[in-house]
C-alpha cells in the first residue's frame, strides 16, 4: 500500500505501533517507531556526541508545523497536579533561539490534547522541563514532538532527543485487530480511480499533496504476503484524510467504493467527500446513518456518486478526503480500519455475498434476492441507501425469497436477525 509523510497545517500522522512506556531512552527497538509529518524525518541514530548511547535523530523540513508521533503502550497521566512534569534531554546545533512543541493527545476526557511550546539557546545537550497546567487527564496515549513549531515558523535544524520521561498511567488495553485482511479489489484498470488499495494494476491514482488529521496506524494484515495494508482510524482520538494540489475531475466515476472492519464498541463514523469548486463543501456518508454498522467483520461498502452529487459534491473538482468520527464526535469512540477505497465506474462484482452465516443470490439482481442461512431467520430488515426501512419480515425459516420488481435500482442493506446472531448484507438491484 501507499505510505504517505505529509500532513496539513499542525494535525499528526500517527503511522507506527508501539508498545512502549516512558521514559523513552531509545536502547530498546519498540522507541524507534515514530512516524513523521509535513516532511520531517525522525529516526533512532547513535549519540554523535556519545557511541555508546542511542537517540532519536529529529530533522525538521522548514514547515510551520513539523515532527513526529509515537503511539504509545503505557498511558501518560498527568492528572496529578503535582506529578505533571515532561523533561527530555534536546540537543541543538548552534545557540540560535529556536522554538519547539511537545504535544500529548487522545485522551478519553478532556482535556483530550494539551500542549506546550519549549525554547533552546544554546548549543550541545540541554535538559528540558516542561511544567503542565493543572487539571489534565490520566490516559493520554499519543507524544509527538514538533521539530520547529509555530504559526510562520520556517527554521530548520537537526536535533537530538534523548530519556524522554514523565508519569506513567494504566497500561493500554491491545486494540481489536481483524484476523485477516480485506480481499483485494478485482476490476480493469480502465475502469478504477485509486485513493487507497493493495492491487498495484490500477494506475490511475488520486495524487495525494498532503495529509491531516491522526492516523493510528497502517498494518500489515497479511504478513505471508507480499504486503496486506489497511488504514487504521482510532476515532475516540480524530479522523484523517489527504489532500491534493488539483482539484480532480472524477465525473467519469459512478461509485465510491471501500472495506471497513469495526471494533466491537464502534456505532458508526463518517466518510467525507470534499470538493474545492469555487468553494471547499463536504459531503457525508455516515455509517450508522445511510446504512448500519457491521461490527468485528470486514464490510464492503459500494455507494452510488449520485448520492453524492445529490448532497451539492462538485464530481470535477475532488479536493480531499476523509474518514471523521459520527458526526465529529470523538465520543462514538472505537478502532476501525478501512481498505480499498475506489471510484469505479462500475459496482464490483459480488455475484454472491457469502457470510458467516447467510448467503444472498442473485445479487445482482432484477428479479428476486433469495436469502439461506445455516440458522434460522427470526427478522429481515430491508433498508435503502439513505437508511429507510423499505420492508420488514419475519420468516421464521432458514431460507427466504425476496421480490424486487417493485424496488427502485440501486443500494439496499437487509440486517437479519438469525437465532445464532445478526448480520447485515448488502444487495443491489439493477
Same mark, same amino acid.
Given at each position: 500500500?501507499?505510505?504517505?509523510?505529509?500532513?496539513? /497545517?499542525?494535525? *499528526?500522522?500517527?503511522?507506527?505501533?508501539?508498545?512502549?512506556?516512558?521514559?523513552?531512552?531509545?536502547?530498546?527497538?519498540?522507541?524507534?517507531?515514530?512516524?513523521? +509529518?509535513?516532511? !520531517?524525518?525522525?529516526?533512532?541514530?547513535?549519540? =554523535?556526541?556519545?557511541?555508546?548511547?542511542? *537517540?532519536?535523530?529529529?530533522?525538521?523540513?522548514?514547515?510551520?508545523?513539523?515532527?513526529?508521533?509515537?503511539?504509545?503502550?503505557?498511558?501518560?497521566?498527568? %492528572?496529578?497536579?503535582?506529578?505533571?512534569?515532561?523533561?527530555?534531554? +534536546?540537543?541543538?546545533?548552534? !545557540?540560535?533561539?529556536?522554538?519547539?512543541?511537545?504535544?500529548?493527545?487522545?485522551?478519553?476526557?478532556?482535556?483530550?490534547?494539551?500542549? &506546550?511550546?519549549?525554547?533552546?539557546?544554546?548549543?550541545?545537550?540541554?535538559? #528540558?522541563?516542561?511544567?503542565?497546567?493543572?487539571? &489534565?487527564?490520566?490516559?493520554?496515549?499519543? &507524544?509527538?514532538?514538533?521539530?520547529?513549531?509555530?504559526?510562520?515558523?520556517?527554521?530548520?535544524?537537526?536535533?537530538?532527543?534523548?530519556?524522554?520521561?514523565?508519569?506513567?498511567?494504566?497500561?493500554?488495553?491491545?486494540?481489536?485487530?481483524?484476523?485477516?485482511?480485506?480481499?483485494?479489489?478485482?476490476?480493469? @484498470?480502465?475502469?478504477?480511480?485509486?485513493?487507497?488499495? @493493495?492491487? =498495484?494494476?490500477?494506475?490511475?491514482?488520486?495524487? *495525494?499533496?498532503?495529509?491531516?488529521?491522526? &492516523? %493510528?496506524?497502517?498494518?500489515?494484515?497479511?504478513?505471508? #504476503?507480499?504486503?496486506?495494508?489497511?488504514?487504521?482510524?482510532?476515532?475516540? *482520538?480524530?479522523?484523517?484524510?489527504?489532500?491534493?494540489?488539483?482539484? @480532480? @475531475?472524477?465525473?467519469?466515476?459512478?461509485?465510491?467504493? +471501500?472495506?471497513?472492519?469495526?471494533? =466491537?464498541? #464502534?456505532?458508526?463514523?463518517?466518510?467525507?467527500?470534499?470538493?474545492?469548486?469555487?468553494?471547499?463543501?463536504?459531503?457525508?456518508?455516515?455509517?450508522?446513518?445511510?446504512?448500519?454498522?457491521?461490527?468485528?467483520?470486514?464490510?464492503? #461498502?459500494?455507494?452510488?456518486?449520485?448520492?453524492?452529487?445529490?448532497?451539492?459534491?462538485?464530481?470535477?473538482?475532488?479536493?480531499?478526503?476523509?474518514?471523521?468520527?459520527?458526526?465529529?464526535?470523538?465520543?462514538?469512540?472505537?478502532?476501525?480500519?478501512?481498505?480499498?477505497?475506489?471510484?469505479?465506474?462500475?459496482?464490483?462484482?459480488?455475484?454472491? +455475498?457469502?457470510?458467516?452465516?447467510?448467503?444472498?443470490?442473485?445479487?445482482?439482481?432484477?428479479?428476486?434476492?433469495?436469502?439461506?442461512?445455516?440458522?434460522?431467520?427470526?427478522?429481515? !430488515?430491508?433498508?435503502?441507501? /439513505?437508511?429507510?426501512?423499505?420492508?420488514?419480515?419475519?420468516?421464521?425459516?432458514?431460507?427466504?425469497?425476496?421480490?424486487?420488481?417493485?424496488?427502485?435500482?440501486?443500494?439496499?442493506?437487509?440486517?437479519?436477525?438469525?437465532?445464532?446472531?445478526?448480520?447485515?448484507?448488502?444487495?443491489?438491484?439493477?
Amino acid at each position: 500500500m501507499k505510505k504517505f509523510t505529509f500532513l496539513f /497545517l499542525a494535525l *499528526v500522522i500517527t503511522l507506527g505501533i508501539s508498545a512502549q512506556e516512558l521514559p523513552l531512552d531509545f536502547e530498546v527497538p519498540e522507541d524507534d517507531n515514530w512516524s513523521t +509529518f509535513n516532511g !520531517a524525518t525522525a529516526m533512532v541514530v547513535v549519540d =554523535p556526541t556519545n557511541a555508546s548511547n542511542q *537517540v532519536l535523530e529529529l530533522t525538521s523540513n522548514g514547515a510551520d508545523f513539523d515532527g513526529a508521533s509515537i503511539n504509545m503502550g503505557t498511558y501518560i497521566d498527568l %492528572s496529578d497536579d503535582n506529578n505533571n512534569t515532561i523533561t527530555l534531554e +534536546f540537543w541543538t546545533p548552534d !545557540a540560535t533561539p529556536r522554538t519547539h512543541l511537545l504535544k500529548l493527545e487522545g485522551a478519553s476526557s478532556s482535556p483530550t490534547v494539551t500542549e &506546550l511550546y519549549f525554547s533552546t539557546t544554546a548549543a550541545g545537550w540541554q535538559t #528540558v522541563t516542561i511544567d503542565f497546567g493543572a487539571g &489534565l487527564s490520566n490516559d493520554y496515549p499519543i &507524544l509527538v514532538l514538533f521539530a520547529d513549531s509555530g504559526s510562520g515558523n520556517t527554521a530548520t535544524g537537526t536535533y537530538y532527543i534523548d530519556d524522554i520521561d514523565g508519569p506513567n498511567g494504566a497500561i493500554i488495553p491491545p486494540d481489536p485487530v481483524p484476523s485477516g485482511p480485506a480481499n483485494v479489489p478485482n476490476a480493469p @484498470d480502465s475502469e478504477v480511480y485509486s485513493i487507497y488499495n @493493495d492491487n =498495484p494494476g490500477f494506475s490511475t491514482n488520486f495524487p *495525494v499533496a498532503y495529509t491531516f488529521g491522526t &492516523l %493510528s496506524g497502517e498494518p500489515d494484515l497479511d504478513p505471508s #504476503v507480499t504486503e496486506n495494508k489497511a488504514l487504521k482510524f482510532n476515532f475516540g *482520538v480524530a479522523g484523517w484524510g489527504q489532500g491534493e494540489g488539483g482539484p @480532480d @475531475d472524477v465525473s467519469s466515476y459512478s461509485f465510491v467504493s +471501500f472495506d471497513y472492519w469495526a471494533g =466491537p464498541t #464502534v456505532v458508526g463514523f463518517d466518510f467525507v467527500l470534499i470538493s474545492n469548486n469555487g468553494g471547499i463543501t463536504e459531503h457525508k456518508y455516515q455509517i450508522s446513518i445511510q446504512e448500519p454498522v457491521v461490527n468485528e467483520a470486514w464490510t464492503k #461498502v459500494q455507494i452510488p456518486m449520485s448520492y453524492f452529487t445529490n448532497i451539492g459534491f462538485a464530481d470535477t473538482a475532488l479536493w480531499q478526503w476523509k474518514f471523521s468520527p459520527l458526526n465529529d464526535s470523538v465520543d462514538n469512540s472505537g478502532i476501525v480500519y478501512v481498505d480499498n477505497i475506489l471510484l469505479t465506474q462500475n459496482l464490483l462484482s459480488i455475484n454472491e +455475498f457469502e457470510t458467516a452465516s447467510f448467503s444472498v443470490y442473485p445479487n445482482p439482481t432484477n428479479d428476486v434476492w433469495n436469502i439461506e442461512g445455516i440458522s434460522v431467520m427470526i427478522k429481515v !430488515a430491508l433498508y435503502d441507501i /439513505l437508511g429507510k426501512e423499505v420492508l420488514t419480515i419475519t420468516p421464521n425459516t432458514t431460507a427466504v425469497t425476496i421480490d424486487t420488481t417493485t424496488f427502485k435500482t440501486g443500494i439496499y442493506f437487509a440486517k437479519i436477525e438469525g437465532v445464532n446472531g445478526t448480520e447485515t448484507v448488502k444487495l443491489v438491484r439493477q
